[in-house]
């Protein structure tokens, strides 16, 4: 066929249908990080005009609930049904959620729709990543890093500001209705250009092992988002919600080891550098949504930054995330190697966490941006590196689900790392707030730890100042667990084993093996 373009391991150019597909997956990945953003910066005008205040948390729970729990469902169904098939539904679905969250007439249906939506959700990156991995052999992928790398650069960047413009002109609706002409662009050059091969699996999906997956992860989720917010920590809805988490999950490590095909096939985890890489993708989730969770609250709290523009008090570390990220890429197209990148990675990141425990009040922005950038420098040697790695331990057949499950590591570390830092800081604000401003600063935080700029002009000069001491104190003890945990993953990094890539030539005869990775990636048509 004349329009049937061949993809070669070590190919030095790709062809052009590969490049439309590429530019296709990244219109989606756009779309799978925008959203959360983009609909944060819409909420109080979408509780103005459909009330339910009390509710409000679970527009972006709902949301986070099914992205999380679908997602290693979505890459065992590309493994068994075809990647295309499975990647298409999820965009469609995604679709159908954001049309009818922006046709939603109160916040219980918007609730709803959000899960619908959150549902395509877990597929959409997981679709991204499984369908890279099958067009583009490990070594070359390292080229397009950067590319994903500045995807969720400009979604950081960008989501708080096109929020903002889209519901001050178009109204809050439009948050959803703009990912419509965005996913349909997508889907027609999906369509019309990707031709992976066609997939019929003869074995029924792992329905119970869905089902405890399912429950596991949602009991996971739900703790650490009520815990020490909603409800305390040690109160019985939340030891109840461990509870059944935990009989699960555990349930569910037996039972697929029983079941013919499994959702999440445990010989995976076989391969040393696919378990490193989970533990490494887990904390860089922890690390990466603390951070930029607590950074632009400590500059708008204690260095007077403006609320608005949210989104640029990170370019510092996203834009050295950008840039290592793309040199990271580079590097490892060009030598094969990548083990320098998790070890090195790690320790800036260890060192950049550090060095942002040490702010204070007297801090300046320059300072805390150069901070910023150390830890950004870190996560771009860690971002795609831990995605590139996994999927080159293991065979074709499990590119699904161990990108799904490398993805989901790292939705689950950032739900952890949003939920102990913030408790972490919480308490260190309202012991230094009851400290400094006695029983009138208790009052002022009794509520909520986090004061919006409105609430901090109105505080008298004494509590004002008080609340600066506290938040630098907060930050300084949830900067200081993270510099913490990321030891861990420095101590994972140090065990990578240096494994040919795929498509990275002919393995030499001392070179070491692990599992599936120095099979060379097959030829694959587009």
Known sequence: MA??????????????????????????????????????????????????????????????????????????????????????????????????????????????????????????????????????????????????????????????????????????????????????????LISAVLHLPKKRSQSRIDYLGAVLLTVGITSIVLVTTWGGTEYAWTSARIMELIGIGVASLIGFVFWQTKATEPIVPLHIFRSRNFTLMSIIGFI?????????????????????????????????????????????????????????????????????????????????????GVFMAVVGLGMGCLMQITMLVAQNSVELKDMGVASSSTTLFRTLGSSFGVAIMGALFNSRVQDVMSERAGEIGSKITEQSAQLDAASLAKLPAVAREAYQHAVSSGTHSAFLLGAVVAVVALVAAVFVKEVPLKGAGPQKADEPTDGAAAVQSPMVEV
């Open 3 to 188: 329009d049937t373009q061949t993809v070669e391991t070590g190919a030095e150019k790709q062809p052009k249908s590969v490049r439309v597909v590429l530019l296709a997956l990244m219109i989606t990945m756009m779309l799978a990080m925008l959203d959360n953003m983009i609909v944060g910066t819409a909420m109080p005008t979408i509780v103005g005009e459909l009330g339910g205040l009390e509710h409000l948390s679970w527009v972006v729970t709902a949301y986070t609930l099914a992205t999380a729990a679908s997602t290693p469902i979505w890459g065992k169904l590309g493994d068994m049904y075809g990647r295309k098939g499975a990647f298409m539904t999820s965009i469609v679905i995604f679709l159908i959620g954001s049309a009818l969250s922006g046709m939603a007439q109160n916040m219980g249906e918007l609730i709803g729709f959000r899960a619908i939506q959150g549902l395509g959700a877990g597929g959409l990156m997981v679709g991204v990543m499984a369908i890279i991995g099958d067009l583009i052999p490990p070594r070359e992928r390292g080229k397009y890093q950067g590319m994903m790398a500045g995807v969720m650069a400009l979604a950081m960047i960008g989501g708080p500001l096109v929020g903002g413009t889209i519901t001050d002109n178009w109204g809050w609706r439009w948050s959803f209705y703009i990912n419509l002409p965005l996913g349909v662009v997508s889907l027609a």
């Open 284 to 368: 860089t989730g922890f690390v990466m949504f603390g951070a930029t969770l607590f950074l632009p609250l400590y500059q708008q709290s204690v260095q007077g930054a403006s609320a608005t523009n949210s989104g640029l008090l990170l370019l510092p570390m996203l834009g050295a995330m950008l840039v290592t990220s793309m040199v990271a890429g580079r590097v490892t197209t060009n030598s094969g190697k990548y083990k320098v990148f998790p070890v090195v990675g790690s320790v800036l990141m260890v060192i950049g966490l550090y060095l942002l425990s040490t702010m204070d009040t007297g801090t300046s922005r320059f300072t805390s």
